[in-house]
RNA sequence: GGCGGUUUAGCUCAGUUGGUUAGAGCAGCGGAAUCAUAAUCCGCGUGUCCGGGGUUCGAGUCCCUGAACCGCCA
C-alpha cells in the first residue's frame, strides 16, 4: 500500500548562496525523496527560502535596495543551484508570502488560545544610528574576562562565554558606534507547559536518532525548558504579530512554519489537493532533514507548535553533520568555501551526488570531501564499475539485440533483485553508504560475468551468435539493475540507461524483471572520469571569489580589475603616511587652450594655502561646474615644471581616462585642509 | 565545568541481539586479459579493534575507569 509522505529540507537563508555544504542537505533529502517515488509512494517534497530577520534588514540596507529585492534575488540564484544539483522539490516557495503569513496566525492564534504566551521585558543593546536592536552577533568589545579587545558578543577567544551585558565598552558592527540599553516587550512561549508531550515525543517514539535523543536529556530536558522568545520589536524585518502591533515574528518562528506555507502554495497550483490533508492528517509521515546545528529547533520548539496547533507530528527528524572538505572546515582562504554554483561550472553534479550518498549514514557524524578521494572513488566506483559495465558490454548487445527468454547466468540476476530489499531498507534508514556498497557488489559481480564469458571471444566465431546474444542480455540487464538501484542517488544516468535500452525505468520493481527481446542503441559515454583541472578550477576559483562567497552578489563587474590588477606589493603604514592627502576647495578652474588634456586648477588647502594645479580632466569635466567642489589633493607632490607652469599637486580621480574620470568628494561635513587617514 | 558523540588496516569506513581464524573499498605489490574511458579479472593483510580493569565458557561488541579528538550549552 502506497505511503503518503511529507518531506522538507531546512530552509535556506536568503542571506548568502548555496555551497557544497548547504548540499550534503538537499542532495540527502532529494536522493530519499526519488527513493520514495520510485517506490510508488505518494511523497511531497516541499522548501523555501528563510527571508526573515535582522540579517536580511541590515544587507538588504547596505546594498540600498528594499528587502524584497534582496530576497527575490537570492531566490532567484537558489533555485538555479538547485536545479543544477537535480535537486527536485515539488514545490520551492518563501517564508514572505501570503501563505506562509496565514500559516502563521493559524498556529499563533491557537499558541495563544492554550494560554502559553508569556509577556516578559527584554534589555537589548540598540543601535541608534542603524536603528535596530542588536543579536549578539552584531555587538563586539572587550572581553570581560581577559581584556582581550575586539571579540564577539557572546564569547571570546580566551574561551569565555558571557552575554553582551558583559562586554566592555560594545561597539555595534553595524555602523561602528556604541550601542545603548533599551528595554523592549518580548513574547515568549512557556514550552515547559509541553514537557510532557516532549519528554514522550523526544524519548519514546521513534522520531529522533539515539544519539539526538540523549543530547536533549542530557542538555534540555533534565531541568525546566526556558520560555522561548518568539517576538522581536520594530523594526524587524518579518510579519508583524496581528494582535501585538510594533512587533514581530522571530524569524525562527516563522521559519518552520514554511514548511507548511510550501505546501499551501503547491496545493493552490494543483488541482485537489488541500493542505490540511498534509498537515492535520494522521495518515501523513512528515520527515524533516535537518543538520546538526538546528537540532533544538527542529526536535523542541517545533513540534511543541505543531502539537498545540493540532497539527502532523514529524514521524522522523533526519540529523546530519557537517561538511569538512580535505580534512578541514571550508574556508575561504584555502578555496575550499565551494559555491554550489563554482562547482557547477567545472563538474558533473553526479559526483557530488554519489559521493555524499557513499558517504552519508543515519548518523549525526559529520563527512569529509577529500578531493583525492571524491575523484579516485568516483572514478572507480562510478567510471570502472557501473559505467564500464555498460561500455563493455553495450557495443555487442547493439548488434545482436537482447534474447526473448532470459539465459542462465548462475543466479546474478535473481541474487541482485533479491538484493532490492536491502538496498530498499537501507535507503529508508538513510544508510546511503550501505547502499553503495551493495550496488557496487552487484557491478563486481556483473564485470566478473563479462569477464568469465568473454563476449569479445564469441564475437570472433559466428556459430557462436546465441551465446553472444546471452551474455550480452545477461550484461545489459545487470547493469539495468544497478541503474535502477542507483537511480536516486544518479537520475540522469537513470535515464541514459533507460534510452539506451528502449525502456525508461519508471519504477523500483523494474530490477525484479529482466529487460527481454527488445533492441539496444548506440552507446555513448555516459560519464567521464573527474577532471583534476575541474576540481583545481573550482578550488583557485573559490579562492578568487572569497569575499564575496557569502555575500549576494553585488552584480559589480571585475573589468576595473583586470584593466588594473590588484598590486601584489604590501607597504607598510610609514610609506602610506608619507602621502599628504588633504582635503581642498577648487577656487578657480579654466582651460588651459594650448594643452589637449588639462585643466588648470587653484585649490585651496583652508587658510592661505593654494596649490595651482594642472589635471588631465579635460574630457570629462566643465571648469564651471567645479568651481567651489571639494577634492582630495596630494598636498606634498614634488613640484614639477610643465609648459605651462608649475604644477604643485595633483588631485585624486578614478577612472581609465577620457571621458569616464571620477573625481573624489567627501562626505559633507568635511573642510579643506583636513587630512585624509 | 556539564552534556552528547567519536576512537577498528596507510586512508575512508562495515562489523545486527556477545559466538569460529575481525571484514570491504581505496592505496600498495605480483600476475592475467585487451571488449571497455589506463577501464576489467585473479592473488597478496603479523590490525596491541585508544589504554587499564571487570562480567562471561567466550568481549571489537556489555559494565567501570582513564586518555585523545569533535561538537553543544537555547
Redesign the pocket.
Given at each position: 500500500m502506497s505511503r503518503r509522505i511529507l518531506v522538507t529540507s531546512a530552509l535556506p537563508y536568503a542571506n548568502g548562496h548555496i555551497h557544497i555544504g548547504h548540499l550534503v542537505e538537499y542532495l540527502q533529502t532529494d536522493i530519499w525523496v526519488r527513493f520514495q517515488k520510485l517506490r510508488g509512494n505518494d511523497c511531497l517534497y516541499v522548501c523555501a527560502d528563510d527571508t526573515h530577520g535582522t540579517s536580511i534588514m541590515i544587507r538588504a540596507r547596505s546594498e540600498g535596495i528594499p528587502e524584497t529585492e534582496l530576497i527575490d534575488k537570492m531566490r532567484t540564484a537558489h533555485i538555479a543551484d538547485f536545479a543544477g544539483f537535480q535537486v527536485a522539490f515539488d514545490n520551492y516557495g518563501s517564508t514572505h508570502s501570503e501563505e506562509n503569513r496565514e500559516c502563521c496566525a493559524e498556529i499563533w492564534a491557537a499558541i495563544r488560545e492554550k494560554g502559553l504566551l508569556l509577556e516578559k521585558d527584554v534589555e537589548q543593546l540598540f543601535d541608534t544610528v542603524a536603528n535596530t536592536f542588536l543579536a549578539d552577533r552584531f555587538v563586539r568589545g572587550t572581553c570581560p574576562k581577559c581584556g582581550k579587545k575586539d571579540q564577539p558578543g557572546?564569547n571570546c577567544v580566551c574561551g569565555a562565554?558571557y552575554s553582551p551585558t558583559d562586554l566592555i565598552d560594545p561597539v555595534s558592527t553595524i555602523s561602528g558606534t556604541k550601542p545603548e540599553w533599551r528595554t523592549a516587550s518580548h513574547l515568549f512561549v512557556d514550552?515547559e507547559q509541553m514537557r510532557e508531550f516532549l519528554d514522550h515525543w523526544t524519548q519514546e517514539t521513534d522520531a529522533l536518532q539515539?544519539?539526538?535523543r540523549?543530547?536533549l536529556?542530557?542538555?534540555?530536558l533534565?531541568?525546566?525548558?526556558?520560555p522561548?522568545?518568539i517576538s522581536r520589536p520594530a523594526p524587524y524585518f518579518g510579519f508583524e504579530i496581528p494582535d501585538s502591533p510594533g512587533n514581530y515574528w522571530y524569524v525562527w518562528f516563522d521559519a518552520p512554519i514554511g514548511y507548511i506555507g510550501s505546501t499551501k502554495e503547491w496545493c493552490k497550483k494543483q488541482k485537489n489537493q488541500r493542505y490540511e490533508d498534509w498537515w492535520k492528517s494522521d495518515q501523513v509521515e512528515l520527515h524533516h532533514f535537518i543538520g546538526?546545528?538546528i537540532?533544538?529547533f527542529h526536535t523542541?520548539f517545533w513540534p511543541a507548535m505543531l502539537k498545540v496547533a493540532g497539527m502532523t507530528l514529524p514521524k522522523k527528524v533526519h540529523i546530519h553533520g557537517?561538511l569538512t572538505v580535505n580534512?578541514e572546515?571550508m574556508s575561504k582562504s584555502t578555496g575550499t568555501f565551494i559555491l554550489a554554483s563554482t562547482y557547477l561550472k567545472h563538474l558533473d553534479p553526479s559526483y557530488l551526488r554519489y559521493f555524499y550518498a557513499?558517504?552519508l549514514?543515519s548518523?549525526?557524524?559529520?563527512?569529509?570531501l577529500?578531493f583525492e578521494?571524491f575523484a579516485?572513488?568516483c572514478?572507480?566506483?562510478l567510471?570502472?564499475?557501473v559505467?564500464?559495465l555498460a561500455?563493455?558490454?553495450a557495443?555487442?548487445a547493439q548488434q545482436t539485440g537482447l534474447s526473448a527468454t532470459y539465459p542462465e547466468d548462475g543466479g546474478l540476476f535473481e541474487e541482485a533483485a533479491r538484493l532490492g530489499e536491502e538496498i530498499a531498507e537501507a535507503y529508508e534508514n538513510c544508510?546511503y553508504?550501505?547502499v553503495t556498497?551493495l550496488i557496487?557488489?552487484c557491478?563486481?559481480?556483473a564485470?566478473?560475468f563479462?569477464?568469465?564469458h568473454?563476449?569479445?571471444?564469441l564475437?570472433k566465431d559466428p556459430a557462436k551468435i546465441d551465446q553472444l546474444r546471452d551474455v550480452c542480455t545477461i550484461g545489459m540487464n545487470l547493469f539495468r539493475q544497478i541503474a535502477v538501484y542507483l537511480a536516486p542517488i544518479l537520475p540522469k544516468l537513470a535515464e541514459q540507461a533507460g534510452a539506451l535500452l528502449n525502456a525508461p525505468i519508471t519504477s523500483w520493481e523494474d530490477a525484479q524483471r529482466p529487460l527481454l527481446g527488445t533492441k539496444v542503441n548506440e552507446y555513448k559515454?555516459?560519464?567521464?572520469?573527474v577532471s583534476k583541472e575541474g576540481i583545481e578550477r573550482i578550488m583557485s576559483e573559490s579562492k578568487e571569489t572569497e569575499v564575496n562567497a557569502n555575500q549576494p552578489t553585488t552584480g559589480d563587474s571585475d573589468e576595473s580589475l583586470k584593466a588594473e590588477p590588484l598590486l601584489e606589493t604590501k607597504i607598510a603604514i610609514d610609506d602610506f603616511t608619507k602621502v599628504d592627502l588633504r582635503i581642498a576647495r577648487i577656487l578657480e578652474a579654466e582651460e588651459v587652450p594650448e594643452a589637449r588634456k588639462l585643466l588648470r586648477l587653484t585649490l585651496s588647502l583652508g587658510g592661505d594655502e593654494r596649490r595651482n594645479v594642472f589635471a588631465g580632466i579635460k574630457a570629462a569635466y566643465d571648469p564651471k561646474d567645479l568651481v567651489n567642489r571639494l577634492v582630495v589633493c596630494v598636498a606634498n607632490l614634488e613640484p614639477r615644471q610643465m609648459k605651462f607652469g608649475l604644477s604643485e599637486g595633483m588631485v585624486v580621480a578614478a577612472g581609465p581616462g577620457g571621458k569616464d574620470i571620477f573625481l573624489l568628494s567627501p562626505d559633507s561635513g568635511a573642510q579643506p585642509g583636513m587630512r585624509l587617514h
Open positions: 557572546d562565554a514550552l539515539p544519539e539526538v540523549h543530547y536529556s542530557g542538555q534540555f533534565h531541568e525546566p525548558l526556558r522561548w522568545d546538526k546545528d537540532t533544538y523542541l557537517f580534512g572546515k557513499s558517504k549514514s548518523r549525526v557524524d559529520d563527512i569529509d577529500s578521494e579516485a572513488k572514478d572507480s566506483d567510471i570502472g564499475n559505467v564500464n561500455s563493455r558490454t557495443k555487442f544508510e553508504g550501505k556498497r557496487m557488489e557491478g563486481n559481480r564485470n566478473k563479462v569477464e568469465d568473454a563476449p569479445w571471444v564475437k559515454h555516459f560519464l567521464n572520469r
